[in-house]
């Protein structure tokens, strides 16, 4: 007798950018000891962070805007259903092209048989996490096809070989120095003075990409949001690079993750207020692009619009996770999180960093994939404080521990730990001779405030990241019990 999968798929493995190769511990520990990227983080975060904070504080109804985008986003992924098949009849009547794509090999491979089909050898992208999700640039250079990055900081990641460490600015972890040095090694023909003045590094990349998207005949985007009742696309950006991507070229195909879609215009009102201010630190964004079908004589003749699921059905199925559906992208939660500031994007092995990364990567793949990430955070719950759409990710991130937990088949040493705790606090004898036994952990700490970190495995575990507070010298009952007796 075989076993029966009952479940919903997730999104399979050997292909995408949502695991990493080692733990989130593992590549957080060598991220730690490399200073010039935290400098990099730190001095990026705290200036995105200050300019957001200034910027929100204008909006008198900020709170309301909040939560009208909670209350969209919850509404629109309970008839999630009908709103894509209402997407899919706006765009169709408008002249473009509906695919689905229950996976990442379907979309490649979609994407793929598109460009081939058109003749052509090259390909222009604006930025899209959802193609860096599914490696679409890894699937189109092993059919042959040259990819071309054209968002600046995207740009910068992939002419150094790099990864994207930032949802919105990818290349956060380079300072101006580190891309000066990548544009004269990698860009043909770059001046030989070039400096790391930014308007210069601007000129230089603009002078690149020009070239490429006078000649390019097909473009692959990402989209922002979908709205259904008009099957209009929607992307929003700072350079004005992705509109180039968007008019140019014969062919537009967009590959869009399925929670993106909204029901109506009023509701897309809400969402482009909240994006800029949490994102950029901006009161609009400088650039917003949309569009519906293909119109004769005027910008892309072909268009091509790829629904991706690649585990957000699964993600839906789950009534406390379903949430993490809701992300706009903003990426205000990361430069708020002090575990991503000091670690950085590529510790957590997935195209999703940070917070919202933590809860979204371990429900497209399965919790069991990136068991790590759930624990990836202090629950100080100053991702929940920031995020435009409330996401309650702490929530979250509890509830996915707790699944990975129940998931294990054999008991692990904590999980005895705190078993073993939770009998001694049930008896209170008991409890009691455990604080009197912890006592002796002040000989060890000879009156330093934390106790060594260098215990034997499994405390090793703990203590190799975390300090291990000395024990006080009276428990807290002794001191409630000695004040009131005063």
Not at 5 to 13: S, V
Not at 345 to 372: F, K, R, W
Request: net charge negative; proline share 6%; charged share 25%.
């Amino acid at each position: 007798m075989t076993a029966t999968f009952l479940g919903l798929p997730t999104a399979p493995r050997g292909v995408g950018h949502l695991r990493g190769d080692e733990s989130f511990p593992d590549a957080a520990r060598g991220a730690l000891r490399d200073g010039q990227l935290r400098a990099n983080l730190g001095h990026a975060t705290s200036t995105i962070r200050g300019k957001r904070a200034r910027l929100v504080a204008e909006v008198p109804d900020w709170a309301q805007l909040r939560a009208a985008g909670k209350a969209i986003k919850a509404a629109t992924m309970a008839r999630l259903d009908d709103h894509l098949e209402e997407l899919e009849r706006q765009v169709t009547a408008r002249g473009g092209v509906v695919h689905w794509a229950r996976d990442a090999h379907e979309a490649n491979e979609i994407v793929t048989r598109l460009v081939r089909a058109t003749g052509t050898t090259e390909v222009v992208k604006v930025k899209s996490m959802a193609t860096q999700e599914i490696g679409l640039n890894e699937a189109l250079e092993a059919a042959g096809l040259d990819v071309f990055e054209t968002d600046l900081a995207e740009l910068i990641v992939q002419l150094g070989e790099d990864e994207p460490s930032h949802i919105l600015v990818p290349a956060i972890h380079k300072n101006r120095a580190e891309i000066r040095e990548i544009f004269a090694r990698t860009i043909p023909g770059v001046d030989p003075g070039l400096t790391d003045d930014p308007r210069q590094l601007a000129m230089a990349a603009r002078e690149h990409l020009r070239e490429r998207f006078l000649r390019a005949r097909v473009a692959v985007s990402g989209a922002n949001f979908a709205v259904a009742e008009t099957g209009t696309l929607t992307v929003v950006e700072s350079e004005g690079n992705g509109r180039m991507c968007l008019t140019l070229p014969e062919t537009l195909i967009t590959v869009m993750g399925i929670e993106k879609v909204v029901p109506t215009w009023r509701d897309l009102e809400v969402f482009l207020q909240l994006l800029p201010r949490s994102s950029t630190g901006e009161r609009m964004n400088p650039y917003t692009s949309t569009w519906a079908g293909v119109t004769p004589g005027d910008g892309p003749q072909e268009f091509h619009l790829v629904l991706l699921d690649n585990g957000r059905t699964a993600v839906l199925a789950d009534e406390v996770g379903r949430e993490a559906l809701h992300c706009i992208r903003c990426s205000a939660c990361l430069n708020v999180c002090p575990v991503y500031e000091r670690a950085g994007g590529h510790a957590y092995g997935s195209v999703y960093p940070g917070p919202i990364g933590a809860v979204l990567s371990p429900m497209l793949t399965g919790v069991e994939d990136n068991a790590s990430l759930p624990y990836a955070s202090s629950l100080c719950g100053a991702c929940y404080e920031v995020c435009p759409v409330a996401i309650d990710i702490p929530s979250i991130l509890v509830h996915l521990r707790a699944e990975h937990v129940e998931a294990q088949d054999r008991p692990t040493a904590e999980g005895m730990a705190f078993k073993a705790l939770g009998r001694a606090m049930s008896h209170p004898w008991l409890w009691h001779l455990t604080q009197r036994a912890a006592r002796l952990g002040r000989l060890v700490a000879r009156g330093r405030a934390t106790l060594p970190n260098a215990f034997p495995p499994p405390v090793s575990g703990w203590t190799r990241s975390r300090d291990l507070p000395t024990p006080p010298a009276r428990t807290f009952v002794q001191q409630w019990t000695e004040e009131h007796r005063q």
